[in-house]
């Protein structure tokens, strides 16, 4: 089994700066691409950033200049630090890791979420 546990999500005033971290432990053979989406109330969830295993980056036009995603693929964990918050980044931010097991295909894993309140 694997797990995704994020951490670092809270309220910070607009232009402020979070820091979202996101571990997997189980029996992990291998991780591909990593990546960050996020949920507005009445919205799709949406990609915001996402880092491959060569380090490669994407991110969404709305985030850009202002995110920036990394990895330490020795801790299996993926970061999005946050920078020049704005009340429109307000979200359920969920990790999102494309994992190969010891015992089945590669597949997607899920964080349970973690809320981002910028207010203004």
């Known amino acids: 089994q694997v797990q995704l546990v994020e951490s670092g999500g809270g309220l910070v005033q607009a232009g402020g700066s979070l820091r979202l971290s996101c571990a997997a432990s189980?029996?992990?053979?291998?991780?591909?691409?990593m990546g960050w989406y996020r949920q507005a109330p009445g919205q799709q969830r949406e990609l915001v950033a996402a880092i491959t295993s060569g380090g490669s980056t994407n991110y969404a036009d709305s985030v850009k200049n202002r995110f920036t995603i990394s990895r330490d693929n020795a801790k299996n964990t993926v970061y999005l630090q946050m920078n020049s918050l704005k009340p429109e980044d307000t979200a359920v931010y969920y990790c999102?890791?494309?994992?190969?097991?010891?015992?089945?295909?590669?597949?997607?894993?899920w964080g349970q979420g973690t809320q981002v309140t910028v207010s203004s």
């Open positions: 189980g029996s992990i053979f291998s991780i591909n691409t």
């Open positions: 999102n890791q494309h994992i190969l097991t010891l015992s089945a295909g590669p597949r997607d894993y």
